[in-house]
């Protein structure tokens, strides 16, 4: 399965790690689809060097759907609540495979209105937002999703966990490229690059969040026991994430993140919260050369001296990915493979 090795490393096909991923998924309760989904999705972001939410997450899932706190097998329900709207019910099932559940309804109400909007609750989502959004923007469509995450970040100014990494992702075509895509988390940092620097021994920079009594802190272990993540820029960025909070939850109907109770699943990690998506065709009404528009303003930007935009990187990753295979430490393999039959992980 996996070829070529470095060091403490090898190289791994996408094909090969999206079966190993299925696998584990099926050994840990999740349906075929749910797994095949899942799989797909997790290997996309190991492939595409999005490391805090690829492999990382298994045991993570793993232990979501063990204990039961998440349905590896639930089927979800969805209402048509306006010409527009859809209303996702997950069952308490992970975000991903009850979006993907409704995609064909979803195009078709974007046929048919040109806009969608896509409320899904009772969900879990422990990914990246990139992959619902980038097939859209591959065929023309503007996309917008925001998700509550886990509690923890903290206000500015507080000493106490209240809203989530609440992330909000962006993706438009641009004319004779692929897509402009950005998902970032409106706190400092996510929580998942913030327990791989505590697990490295890894400083983060200071004020990324503050310890117990809400002093600022660089420390990822002291953020981490008691303390709290900050938003990104002070008050704007904990504005942002208010937004998401009320739109991925109130909106929803899904919980706030400090709402989730965790009580009985003291392992599980995956937020029971809420998730909203909006498509625009941006080609209604004869504006056709949208695309082209936004070609045109980056190359501005790049002439004013921007040499990166978001998603570059990740598709540079994923061509090099796809021609070489994707690292992973050998470690992390042979977890992987301790997870696909039946074991634990190597701690």
């Known amino acids: 399965m996996a070829h070529g090795s470095s060091g403490d490393s090898i190289k791994i096909s996408f094909e090969d790690l999206r079966a ?191 310890d117990r009594h809400g002093r600022l802190s660089d420390d990822p272990v002291v953020i981490n026991d008691g303390g709290g993540i900050l938003p990104f820029g002070g008050h704007k960025g904990a504005a942002l994430s208010l937004m998401v909070e009320v739109l991925a939850s109130a909106l929803t109907g899904g919980k706030f993140a400090a709402e989730v109770d965790f009580t009985g699943y003291p392992e599980a990690n995956a937020p029971k919260t809420g998730q909203l998506l909006i498509f625009i065709d941006p080609r209604r009404g004869g504006n056709v050369g949208f695309s082209n528009r936004v070609r045109d303003l980056l190359e501005m930007l790049r002439h004013a001296g921007q040499e990166r935009f978001p998603s570059q990187q990740r598709y540079q990753r994923r061509a090099a990915a796809m021609k070489d295979g994707i690292p992973i430490r050998a470690a992390d393999f042979e977890n992987l493979e301790a997870l696909a039959i039946g074991g634990s992980p190597a701690r």
Not at 116 to 134: G, K, Q, T, Y
Not at 167 to 184: N, Q, R
């Open 20 to 210: 190993l991923l299925k696998r584990i998924f099926l050994k840990a309760g999740a349906a075929q689809t749910v797994a095949d989904i899942l799989a797909d999705n997790c290997a996309a972001c190991e492939r595409d060097g999005c490391h805090s939410h690829g492999i990382f997450r298994m045991p993570g899932y793993v232990t979501n759907l063990e204990t039961g706190w998440v349905d590896g097998r639930a089927v979800p329900t969805a209402q048509e609540v306006g010409p527009s709207f859809l209303r996702i019910d997950a069952r308490n099932g992970f975000a991903q495979p009850s979006f993907e559940a409704f995609r064909p309804q979803i195009g078709q109400i974007i046929e048919a209105t040109g806009v969608a909007v896509v409320a899904i609750n009772n969900s879990h989502h422990f990914s990246a937002l990139w992959p619902e959004l980038e097939p859209f923007a591959q065929v023309g469509f503007v996309g917008i999703s925001v998700v509550t995450g886990g509690c923890v970040v903290v206000p500015p100014g507080g000493r106490k966990r209240v809203l989530g990494t609440n992330p909000i992702a962006f993706a438009t075509p641009v004319g004779g490229s692929d897509p402009l895509i950005f998902d970032f988390a409106t706190s400092n940092m996510s929580h998942g690059d913030l327990t791989i620097a505590a697990g490295a021994g890894r400083k983060v920079p200071y004020g990324t969040g503050v």
